[in-house]
C-alpha cells in the first residue's frame, strides 16, 4: 500500500501536467488564429487610421498646399484659423446650433418610433426596415428627394401647407428656414438610434410593467419611472453618437444648400472642405480638423458626466 500511494500521487501529477500542458496549446493555437483572423482589421486600422492621423498632425504644424513639399510652421494654422479666419465663428456657430436641436429632436423621434414597434403586432418588421431604409439608402439619393418636398414652387409640403391655407416658407432657400429644413431632414436618418432604443426597450423586464400595473400606475407613469430609467444607457450612447455625427454634418448642406443662403447653412465640415480643397490649405484644414476633434472630446466627456449622474446601469 505504501509503495501504490506514490505512485498514484505520481500519475495525478503526470496528468495534471499533461492537462495543462495540453490547454497551453490549445490557447497559442487559439491566440495565433485570433490575431490572424483579425490581422486584415489591424493592417487597415494602422495604415488607414492611425497613419492618416499622424500624417495629419504633422501636416496641421506645416504650410501645405498638398503639392509641395510642406513647411514647418508651428501652430501658425491654429492660430490663423481662430483669430484670423472670418468663417470659423460662423461655421462653428452653425454647427452648433444645428446639434443643439438635431440630436434632441432626433433622440426623441427615434424613441417614439421605437416604442411604437415595441408592441406585438403584424407587421412590425417590415416598419422597422422601411424606418432603418434611409440609413443605408445612397445620402445623395435621400438628400434630393428631400430637395425637391422642401421647393418652395412646386414641392409637397408647401403644396399641403397650401390646401389648408397657409402659404409655405422658402425652406432652403430662406436664411430663417434653411437651418431648420436640414434639422427637419435629418429625422429621416434616425433609423440605427430607433433600432438601438428598440433592442433597449426589449430588455426591460415586464415584470416590472405588471408590478406598476397592480399598483395602479398609468402609461404616461411606466414610461418616466420605469422604461426611461432602465434604457438610460442606451440614451446616453445614442446622444454621444448624435452629437458627434451632428458635428461632423458636410454631406447634407454641401448638397442641398452649398452652405447657403448667406452661409446660414456652412458648417465646420464645409469650413475644412473648403480650406482644403477650394483654397488648397491643406496644413490649415488638418488644423481645423484637430481643433474639431478636441472639441469633441472635450463635449463628449461633459455630456457623459452630466448624463452619468442619471443612468441605471443595473437591472
Not at 405588471?210 to 445614442?238: C, H, Q, R, Y
Request: glycine share 6%.
Amino acid at each position: 500500500m505504501d509503495e501504490i500511494l506514490p505512485c498514484l500521487a505520481k500519475t495525478g501529477v503526470d496528468t495534471m501536467s499533461g492537462m495543462k500542458n495540453r490547454v497551453s496549446i490549445l490557447e497559442k493555437r487559439e491566440r495565433k488564429y485570433f490575431y490572424l483572423f483579425i490581422s486584415p482589421w489591424l493592417i487597415g486600422f494602422f495604415c488607414l487610421t492611425v497613419g492618416p492621423m499622424i500624417y495629419s498632425f504633422y501636416c496641421a504644424l506645416c504650410d501645405w498646399d498638398g503639392m509641395s513639399a510642406p513647411v514647418f510652421k508651428g501652430v501658425q494654422n491654429y492660430s490663423r484659423t481662430i483669430f484670423s479666419n472670418q468663417d470659423f465663428k460662423r461655421a462653428l456657430t452653425n454647427t452648433c446650433v444645428y446639434a443643439v436641436f438635431s440630436v434632441p429632436t432626433s433622440i426623441i423621434f427615434a424613441l417614439f418610433l421605437a416604442f411604437l414597434l415595441n408592441k406585438e403586432h403584424r407587421g412590425a418588421g417590415i416598419f422597422q426596415a422601411l424606418f432603418y431604409f434611409p440609413s443605408v439608402a445612397a445620402g445623395t439619393a435621400v438628400y434630393m428627394v428631400w430637395i425637391w418636398l422642401f421647393n418652395s414652387e412646386t414641392g409637397v409640403f408647401n403644396y399641403l401647407l397650401s390646401l389648408i391655407g397657409i402659404e409655405g416658407p422658402r425652406w432652403l432657400t430662406s436664411t430663417e428656414w434653411a437651418m431648420p429644413s436640414l434639422i427637419i431632414m435629418n429625422l429621416t436618418f434616425c433609423g440605427q438610434a430607433m433600432l438601438i432604443f428598440l433592442a433597449g426597450l426589449k430588455q426591460v423586464p415586464l415584470t416590472y410593467y405588471e408590478a406598476a400595473e397592480i399598483d395602479g400606475a398609468s402609461e404616461w407613469d411606466k414610461f418616466i419611472k420605469i422604461t426611461v430609467p432602465m434604457i438610460s444607457p442606451v440614451v446616453l450612447l445614442n446622444t454621444v453618437m448624435g452629437l458627434i455625427s451632428a458635428f461632423q454634418i458636410f454631406n447634407q448642406p454641401f448638397i442641398m444648400t452649398e452652405g447657403g443662403p448667406m452661409k446660414a447653412t456652412y458648417t465646420y465640415g464645409m469650413l475644412i472642405y473648403n480650406t482644403g480643397f477650394l483654397f488648397f490649405k491643406f496644413g490649415e484644414a488638418a488644423a481645423q480638423s484637430w481643433i474639431l476633434c478636441l472639441l469633441l472630446v472635450v463635449l463628449t466627456v461633459i455630456v457623459m458626466k452630466l448624463m452619468n449622474r442619471k443612468v441605471v446601469y443595473d437591472r
